[in-house]
């Protein structure tokens, strides 16, 4: 039987099985028919020629705001979506923070209707844990995972109170749900913008420290151990950005007091410092924010030996007329799908720090088991989702040119070395060399 396509003589890098030769990927029907050695040819109807390219399993970005709806001036599913193919990725999980928020089962419904309307590519929308913004009230979980919800998240709206931590915990557990934790504690009562302090006082802005972070981690590790066998509760933490919080969270690892326990960084948490809010002001403005060389050392050294396993964005557009109000009052959050990967490459693989296939595996089958989602693999009879890199390829991040309706990014002129040149989904070419096919 011949396959409809053949993608012949890349470097195919599978990180789930440590899988890393020159092979051809057969596709038929939208499936992976056959991962097979270039020396022995198969019928197939269509082939490309991707040697010199990097082959791996569609990445996946489980932190995704697409701001849909609610806020289409920043992002759309369809925009958003397209972002995420430009950027190589096949899978993201959407975050509840919309307006209304996805907190009940007919908001989760009216969301998958925008989804199978206008989404690109593969959308796993996550569910708000919090009911009506009122971080005193928990959403019905089991509702939510019965319409369609994989894991539920306090994105946006930190729960700060230890009980409804636990609460939050054995109802995700019981329900199957991963809980996706922003660890965030009010802890010196505002939440300030900048996170170092000489800085913070000349620009004129407040200071943040990383002890929000730290003690959100440890305030969910006191609910876990509340909880710790009773039920199978998994929780996955959001963009851990210093120190003190890396090493929380070793502590937290340690315990082993969960069914499972993740967590994840983003690419400026690794890359970027505070000092490049002199130069981009609001565009490198997030929560939690940019912070010192120390809290870069220590963020890099916890992907390096795997305590941390997933890479996410945390891709947050704003418009540029929000962002224009200044550092102080501008909202909080950076677009991250269109150059990830590219900071990935040049911040991690480049420097020798991650070997490509481990880098990968934290945009791949790590965020993949972190929610329990489908991919991240690659496997025969599975679908063929799949990402091709030209890893040397040198390129200036240009935000003119992102497909994200969005252009809040502090890499804004940085030249990286690495991208995606092409995505397949489902066994179709969906975007090659930047342009999105569908
Ligand atoms: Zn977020």
């Known amino acids: 039987m011949a396959?409809?396509?053949v993608l012949r003589g890349a470097r195919v890098i599978d990180p789930a099985s440590a899988f890393d030769r020159v092979a051809d990927i057969y596709v038929r029907g939208g499936v992976i028919l056959d991962i097979?050695?270039?020396?022995?040819?198969?019928p197939a109807t269509h082939a490309i020629d991707v040697s010199g390219l990097v082959l791996c399993p569609g990445l996946i970005d489980i932190h995704v705001h697409l701001r849909e709806p609610g806020g289409e001036q920043k992002e759309t599913v369809a925009t958003g979506t397209?972002?995420?193919?430009?950027?190589?990725?096949?899978?993201?999980c959407s975050m509840p923070n919309t307006d209304p928020p996805t907190d009940r089962p007919d908001r989760l419904r009216e969301v998958a209707a925008i989804l199978s309307r206008d989404a690109a590519c593969i959308v796993h929308p996550l569910a708000a844990a919090i009911l009506d913004r009122d971080p005193a009230r928990l959403s019905d979980f089991a509702a939510l995972r019965e319409a369609g919800a994989l894991a539920v998240t306090d994105d946006a709206m930190p729960i700060q109170d230890e009980d409804i931590m636990a609460r939050a915990l054995m109802a995700a557990g019981d329900a199957g749900m991963t809980f996706v934790a922003h660890p965030e504690l009010d802890v010196a009562g505002d939440a300030g913008v900048v996170s170092d302090p000489p800085l913070a006082a000349e620009l004129g802005v407040p200071y943040v420290g990383p002890e929000r972070e730290a003690e959100g981690i440890a305030a969910w590790h006191r609910a876990a151990q509340v909880v710790t066998g009773r039920t199978p509760a998994r929780l996955h933490?959001?963009?851990?950005?210093s120190a003190e919080a890396v090493a929380a969270y070793r502590v937290f690892l340690a315990d082993a007091v969960l069914a499972g326990l993740t967590a994840e960084t983003c690419p400026h948490y690794f890359s970027l410092t505070a000092a490049?809010?002199?130069?981009?002001?609001?565009?490198?403005?997030?929560?939690?924010?940019?912070?010192?060389?120390?809290?870069v050392a220590a963020v890099t050294a916890a992907l390096v030996d795997g305590t941390i396993g997933v890479?996410?964005?945390?891709?947050?557009?704003?418009?540029?007329?929000?962002k224009a109000a200044g550092l102080a009052s501008a909202p909080f959050g950076i677009v991250g799908l269109e150059t990830a990967l590219g900071v990935v490459i040049e911040y991690l693989v480049r420097p020798g720090a991650l070997s490509l296939m481990d880098a990968l595996a934290k945009m791949t089958i790590g965020p993949a088991r972190a929610l329990g989602l489908p991919g991240g693999r690659l496997l025969v009879g599975e679908p063929a989702n799949l990402t091709l890199i030209d890893t040397?390829?040198?390129?200036?991040?240009a935000p003119d040119r992102f497909l994200s309706l969005?252009?809040?990014?502090?890499?804004?002129?940085?030249?990286l070395h690495g991208r995606a040149v092409m995505t397949v989904l489902n066994g179709r070419v969906v975007m090659e060399d930047g342009e999105v096919l569908i």
């Not at 397209?82 to 993201?92: P, S």
């Not at 933490?237 to 950005?241: E, F, N, R, T, Y």
Request: zero cysteines; charged letters at 20%; aromatic letters at 6%.
């Open 276 to 295: 490049a809010v002199r130069e981009f002001a609001a565009d490198a403005k997030m929560n939690p924010p940019l912070r010192g060389p120390d809290d």
């Open 406 to 415: 969005s252009r809040n990014t502090p890499f804004r002129g940085m030249m």
């Open 36 to 42: 097979a050695p270039t020396d022995e040819p198969l």
């Open 311 to 322: 890479i996410s964005t945390d891709h947050a557009p704003h418009a540029p007329a929000e």
């Open 82 to 92: 397209r972002a995420a193919l430009a950027g190589g990725f096949t899978a993201v």
């Open 392 to 397: 040397a390829a040198a390129w200036t991040v």
């Open 237 to 241: 933490l959001a963009h851990l950005s």
């Open 3 to 5: 396959a409809d396509l």
